[in-house]
């Protein structure tokens, strides 16, 4: 049997995009350069997460050992680089009170029209315009800061400061990634195609100073979703190595997408296709 299509384990704590450059570069293919309309496909493509995860995330903030009671209160959690809000809706409709926090003005913009429903349930929603190193919250203010999809993005040290700041004595960072199961064939073969590096690394975790926060704890949840091949073609468009890359790089990638799809393949624009996932939940607490 040969063995799964996935990179190779990492224990190292080396961050997922290692070049500074190339990180500004990638970061600010969302931050910078992205408009509405794109930032609406990336609304529609995007995976949500799994509600098992959204409900253990915010059962950690509840728990935020402070005077016994604190789980009685909806939790404040503040989400850096929240995007169109994908994450940030399920958060509202589990019960959260949320300061949304993205640099990308027409991000933010389809997040805060895109929650209005949600907040008919009681929550309640902040949106702010700002990077995660500077957001201009008050201290303390939160039981939880959380990123989903995004803290690769984020200078580590910059980020872990501002959450340290923002947190309540004990309380928690978490940081959820969805990502593609490349021991999947055809997945593995996509991601290829897409230059996708949202694809699942055994054994990896985030750098967490130990200073700052406890021993990080790690969460997986394997799930899949379906996408026709139209909505894959749209996925593609979404990733950070398409919004920076030329249109050259752009029509080739999309001829090899039509290559492996829609000739080798054999399916057509409607035909779905399953795309199993990898979600994996790291959790720590503020010392």
């Given at each position: 049997?040969?063995?799964?299509?996935?990179?190779?384990?990492?224990?190292?704590?080396?961050?997922?995009?290692v070049s500074e450059q190339r990180r500004q570069q990638l970061a600010g293919s969302f931050a910078d350069q992205q408009s509405a309309a794109e930032a609406a496909v990336y609304d529609a493509v995007r995976p949500q997460y799994p509600d098992q995860a959204?409900?253990?995330?915010?059962?950690?903030?509840?728990?935020?050992?402070?005077g016994g009671d604190s789980h009685e209160q909806p939790p404040s959690v503040v989400?850096?680089?929240?995007?169109?809000?994908?994450?940030?809706?399920?958060?509202?409709?589990?019960?959260?009170?949320?300061?949304?926090?993205?640099?990308?003005?027409p991000m933010l913009e389809l997040l805060l029209a895109r929650s209005r429903g949600v907040l008919e349930?009681?929550?309640?929603?902040?949106?702010?315009?700002?990077?995660?190193e500077s957001t201009g919250l008050r201290d303390g203010c939160a039981d939880m800061v959380v990123a989903a999809q995004a803290w690769h993005w984020f200078d580590p040290a910059a980020a872990q400061a501002e959450a340290v700041r923002?947190?309540?004595?004990?309380?928690?960072?978490?940081?959820?990634?969805?990502?593609?199961?490349?021991a999947d064939p055809t997945?593995?073969?996509?991601?290829?195609?897409?230059?996708?590096?949202?694809?699942?690394?055994?054994?990896?975790?985030?750098?967490?100073?130990?200073?700052?926060?406890?021993?990080?704890c790690r969460v997986e949840?394997?799930?899949?979703?379906?996408?026709?091949?139209?909505?894959?073609?749209?996925?593609?468009?979404?990733?950070?190595?398409?919004?920076?890359?030329?249109?050259?790089?752009?029509d080739k990638r999309r001829s090899n997408l039509e290559d492996f799809l829609l000739h080798e393949s054999g399916l057509?624009?409607?035909?779905?296709?399953?795309?199993?996932?990898?979600?994996?939940?790291?959790?720590?607490?503020?010392r």
């Amino acid at each position: 049997m040969r063995p799964p299509n996935r990179p190779k384990r990492r224990s190292d704590e080396q961050p997922q995009i290692v070049s500074e450059q190339r990180r500004q570069q990638l970061a600010g293919s969302f931050a910078d350069q992205q408009s509405a309309a794109e930032a609406a496909v990336y609304d529609a493509v995007r995976p949500q997460y799994p509600d098992q995860a959204v409900g253990e995330t915010l059962a950690l903030a509840r728990s935020r050992q402070v005077g016994g009671d604190s789980h009685e209160q909806p939790p404040s959690v503040v989400e850096f680089g929240a995007g169109t809000g994908i994450f940030t809706r399920q958060l509202l409709a589990a019960g959260a009170h949320v300061h949304a926090v993205e640099p990308s003005a027409p991000m933010l913009e389809l997040l805060l029209a895109r929650s209005r429903g949600v907040l008919e349930r009681g929550s309640t929603l902040q949106g702010h315009c700002a990077s995660y190193e500077s957001t201009g919250l008050r201290d303390g203010c939160a039981d939880m800061v959380v990123a989903a999809q995004a803290w690769h993005w984020f200078d580590p040290a910059a980020a872990q400061a501002e959450a340290v700041r923002l947190l309540k004595p004990r309380g928690v960072l978490a940081l959820i990634w969805n990502y593609l199961d490349t021991a999947d064939p055809t997945v593995h073969r996509l991601t290829r195609i897409m230059r996708a590096g949202d694809v699942y690394r055994p054994g990896w975790k985030p750098r967490l100073d130990s200073a700052l926060f406890d021993q990080a704890c790690r969460v997986e949840y394997r799930w899949s979703r379906t996408l026709t091949v139209t909505e894959i073609f749209r996925y593609a468009t979404t990733l950070s190595s398409w919004l920076s890359a030329g249109s050259a790089e752009r029509d080739k990638r999309r001829s090899n997408l039509e290559d492996f799809l829609l000739h080798e393949s054999g399916l057509g624009p409607e035909d779905p296709v399953v795309l199993p996932q990898i979600t994996v939940l790291h959790t720590a607490r503020r010392r």
